[in-house]
């Protein structure tokens, strides 16, 4: 694929993609292998929305990510596996294993009933099966709708239920720094509000006991004995649809984001090589969990398509202690490493002892992902994992954007501390002041849009057009809008300063609030809650609760304990509260609408500034909160 190798080149090649996106994506697009050429490259409208890409062309993603690998690298390595456990064995598997063990799973969900266009839902630790069960969906055309392992039962039922899956992938457990998860208990107690699910294969990982239920539930290695590993990939439309990933929203519904399979493959492709500066000889390792957006497109899609080797991790940062991420480096002779600024926050935190004992020298390039990177963290990580020779790139993008948007080119783009810098080829960002008019110019700030398609963009959100529509494509009219609010600098460098609607960003996981006060509210003694985010120093963004309760509690420590587990039980632990405060009333207007904006002032300590108070329904709770505030 044609690799951007300065910065002339970039331009020419953001110029050519602006005049001319047709002919330019086209040319990306025949480097991949087709079963039938496309007829027409796109067509689109914002308004309804309708975004086409590589119209009546046909092909298996799999066939890209694999089969195309096997003449000249069969024996390359695709994935190296490092366990939760430093004691036990890594895995090395090469393409030609991994293909081998992808078309034999696709044999097993066949063999259970699976079928094009079904959707299987994936719950898993980050094992290599994960990836061999994402890419066996593919391959058969089923479509993929991964659940990210730390979501609790309700959070699963609700994402099986919203996709109609007739399948369940999952594990007896996982590992989880030193703890062990029982992830088949939560699907169990999620499958009783599923009536869809007929089949639950289940991978024997950690041991645990559990109940399999019959007629419902197999073993993988079971189910595999029955099968050889010759599986035909299933001949696919451009748009049919690769998968589904739910990501929070501002009311308490997760959003099923439909990605399809042309354009995504031709844009994930695209952009891993060429923001990572991408060589064959790399060891490429990102952090992130396939649980997340990050996971399928620069885990697993984007550099299988690559033909590169993709480092998998299983634990955690900070296990066996937080020297983890640093010891794997070496020990793997990683060359790209992409990780969140949350997780560089956290392990600054612990000290560089722990990053003293290792050599870090086969590193050449850094990422970071999923939230803005504060300039304190940005030359910790420049310095101290960098060693100040390797370029750091700060990638914004999006669930919904299924790929990297605005970044520098490692290497190319001369970087800029806690700015992504500027927009990838193809890419066309605006900012927009609140009546929806363009501010052209630098040294503007407004809300993030984009005005013209790109090959992943999303396409609808699933069984739900309208909320597609609704949340992205109207709030202005005739561009896609972000959710982001954005600087734009004297050098036209981008700098994103975070969510303008009711999610927020905790540990650079997505959580709309109102999802959150669904949980809440679950307490039995909980009448209302109100979420909010405050800055935090490691997570990015915390979570305060505002909460009114029923019966006054005898223990205000005893409940939001309770208030915790609950969250946990519920949503998961990435939910978690990290401030409760018990209070009499919520500020409302007359209309009986939540005046978040005050409650955000007061949980980020802005008290005074607090704005207008005298349309409230009723001023004086507001002095009361103030009063009760926790710091
Ligand atoms: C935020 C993650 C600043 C942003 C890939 C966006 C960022 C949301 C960056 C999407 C970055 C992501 N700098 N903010 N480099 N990357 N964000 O869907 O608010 O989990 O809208 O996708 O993360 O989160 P999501």
């Not at 369940?168 to 107690?189: P, S």
């Not at 937080?322 to 612990?350: M, Q």
């Not at 984009?450 to 909320?467: E, G, M, Y």
């Not at 500020?587 to 704005?611: C, D, F, H, Q, Y």
């Amino acid at each position: 694929m044609y690799d951007i190798t300065n910065f002339n080149e970039y331009q020419a090649e953001y110029k050519k993609s602006v005049e001319n996106p047709e002919l330019f994506w086209a040319e990306k697009a025949a480097q991949f292998s087709w079963k039938e050429k496309w007829n027409e490259v796109l067509k689109w409208n914002f308004s309804e929305p309708k975004v086409e890409w590589f119209i009546g062309g046909k092909l298996n993603i799999t066939e890209n990510c694999l089969d195309r690998h096997l003449k000249n690298n069969p024996n390359k390595t695709a994935i190296i596996w490092e366990p939760n456990n430093p004691n036990e064995q890594s895995q090395t598997i090469s393409y030609k294993e991994l293909h081998e063990r992808v078309c034999r799973f696709a044999n097993v969900l066949k063999k259970n009933g699976a079928k094009k266009g079904d959707r299987i839902c994936i719950y898993m630790p980050m094992v290599p099966e994960l990836a061999v069960a994402v890419l066996a969906c593919a391959r058969i055309g089923a479509i993929h709708s991964v659940v990210f392992g730390g979501f609790s039962f309700h959070s699963l039922a609700d994402r099986i239920n919203d996709a109609d899956c007739n399948m369940v992938i999952t594990a007896d457990g996982a590992y989880r720094g030193a703890k062990e998860i029982l992830l088949k208990a939560v699907v169990d107690e999620a499958v009783i509000h599923c009536n869809t699910v007929n089949r639950v294969i289940v991978l024997h990982r950690t041991g645990c006991e559990i109940n399999m239920q019959p007629n419902r539930d197999v073993w993988w290695h079971e189910e595999e004995k029955n099968v050889n590993s010759n599986c035909d990939a299933e001949i696919m439309d451009s748009e049919d649809i690769l998968f589904i990933l739910y990501t929070s929203g501002s009311t308490g519904k997760p959003k099923g984001v439909v990605h399809t399979c042309g354009g995504y493959m031709v844009y994930t492709a695209y952009t891993f090589k060429n923001v990572f500066q991408y060589k064959a000889d790399d060891i490429y390792w990102c952090t992130a969990d396939v649980g997340w957006i990050t996971g399928h497109s620069y885990l697993i899609y984007g550099p299988l398509l690559n033909g590169a080797t993709t480092v998998m991790f299983e634990g955690i940062p900070t296990f066996p202690d937080a020297g983890r991420f640093w010891k794997v480096i070496d020990k793997h002779n990683v060359s790209i490493f992409y990780t969140a600024p949350t997780a560089i926050r956290s392990l600054e935190a612990c000290g560089l002892n722990y990053v003293a004992p290792y050599k870090l020298s086969s590193l050449r390039i850094l990422g970071t992902v999923g939230e803005p990177i504060n300039e304190e963290a940005w030359h910790w990580y420049n310095k101290n994992i960098g060693k100040e020779k390797c370029p750091i790139v700060d990638t914004w993008w999006q669930t919904e954007t299924g790929g990297i948007m605005i970044s520098p080119l490692a290497g190319i783009t001369k970087t800029k501390p806690s700015y992504a810098t500027l927009p990838l080829p193809g890419v066309q960002p605006v900012l927009l002041d609140e009546s929806g008019n363009e501010i052209t110019g630098n040294n503007a700030e407004g809300r993030l849009c984009i005005k013209f398609p790109w090959p992943s963009i999303i396409r609808t959100t699933f069984k739900n057009h309208d909320r597609c529509r609704e949340t992205y494509f109207s709030v202005f009219k005739n561009y896609y809008f972000t959710g982001d609010g954005c600087k734009r600098d004297g050098n036209g460098y981008y700098r994103i300063t975070g969510r303008v609607d009711d999610v927020i960003k905790v540990s650079g996981h997505l959580l709309g609030t109102a999802e959150i006060e669904n949980a809440i509210n679950q307490h039995k003694n909980i009448v209302e809650s109100a979420v909010v985010g405050f800055p935090h120093d490691i997570k990015g963004w915390g979570i305060y609760a505002y909460v009114i309760t029923e019966n006054k509690p005898e223990n205000t420590e005893e409940l939001k304990k309770e208030i915790v587990a609950t969250v946990t039980k519920y949503m998961g632990a990435i939910a978690k509260p990290d401030k409760i405060q018990i209070v009499s009333g919520l500020p409302k207007t007359r209309s009986g609408k939540i005046m978040r904006r005050i409650l955000r002032k007061i949980a980020e300590n802005e008290i005074g500034n607090l704005g207008d108070t005298s349309t409230l329904l009723d001023p004086t709770v507001v002095d009361e909160i103030i009063k009760n505030r926790i710091n």
